[in-house]
């Protein structure tokens, strides 16, 4: 059953994805932390979808660019009713489905992805054949920062104001650390904001982990004119764990038993 609120929603996600990481040796835990919040407003609060009927025609459509951190797309498909959590244990085994990058055969996933830059493009031509079937439902995306080195992603960013897609979002979690050190370090970003309105976006800065702001910000009536909506969501590489948070190590590592126990104790304390 739904969580009868996001944060309640976030709790369980949070402690389920360090539970798979713990269990099936997963990395990428860093990353799944940082969106967690985002992940948790959008399916508790924003989105239309139906568990029973996945690829029910109107509903709205979620891409998750940034495959690598797969343990938080899961949990969250699972905690609202996608499947069971038996069926998430089999998480990397030879022949499941949870593969360690997400994939578009687990049901309620769009798109196969971990291979950076394609999702914005796919989300591009479902938001303009969403238009011209004059449809009501909305193409969210969420890509990491360190995606926006793709040059694919900004091909899409300016496709999609040439061509009116106000019936599209993009979500851009913004945790600061990519693969092998900071963004401003690898590639600096910055302004980033300056870059999303000069290419016709209507751009939105916020913090990823307040639950008000994510949810004001992702609101499809607050759209107004032809513009597609980016939201630039401020977060922390690890949130929640104060010896993940903004550390580098922790794109790669998984919790041992030690550090699992003490993780889902801090998430436990959080309201």
Request: glycine content about 8%; proline content about 2%; charged content about 20%.
């Amino acid at each position: 059953m739904l969580p009868s609120n996001s944060k309640v929603l976030a709790q369980k996600v949070k402690k389920c994805l360090l539970t798979l990481a713990h269990h099936h040796n997963a990395s990428h835990v860093g990353g799944a932390l940082s969106i967690a919040d985002v992940l948790s407003v959008l399916y508790s609060r924003i989105l239309k979808y139906d568990t029973s009927h996945p690829k029910w025609e109107e509903r709205d459509r979620l891409l998750y660019s940034k495959g690598h951190a797969c343990t938080a797309l899961y949990a969250v498909l699972k905690e609202v009713g996608f499947y069971t959590d038996a069926a998430l244990q089999t998480f990397t085994q030879n022949g499941s489905l949870f593969t360690s990058h997400v994939n578009h055969k687990v049901a309620g996933v769009e798109l196969s992805t971990g291979s950076l830059g394609h999702a914005l493009s796919v989300a591009c031509g479902m938001a303009l054949a969403g238009k011209r079937k004059k449809t009501d439902w909305h193409v969210y995306t969420i890509v990491s920062d360190g995606e926006l080195n793709e040059g694919s992603n900004w091909e899409a960013i300016l496709f999609a104001p040439h061509h009116e897609l106000n019936n599209m979002t993009l979500i851009v979690d913004f945790n600061k650390i990519q693969s092998f050190g900071t963004i401003k370090e690898v590639l600096d970003l910055d302004p980033l904001k300056d870059k999303f309105n000069s290419f016709g976006w209507d751009t939105i800065e916020i913090d990823g982990h307040n639950h008000s702001e994510i949810y004001e910000a992702l609101r499809k009536d607050t759209i107004h004119g032809s513009k597609p909506r980016v939201v630039i969501a401020h977060t922390v590489k690890g949130k929640g764990v104060d010896f993940m948070e903004n550390q580098l190590a922790w794109h790669y590592k998984s919790p041992n038993k030690e550090q699992l126990e003490s993780a889902i104790g801090q998430i436990n304390q959080q309201k």
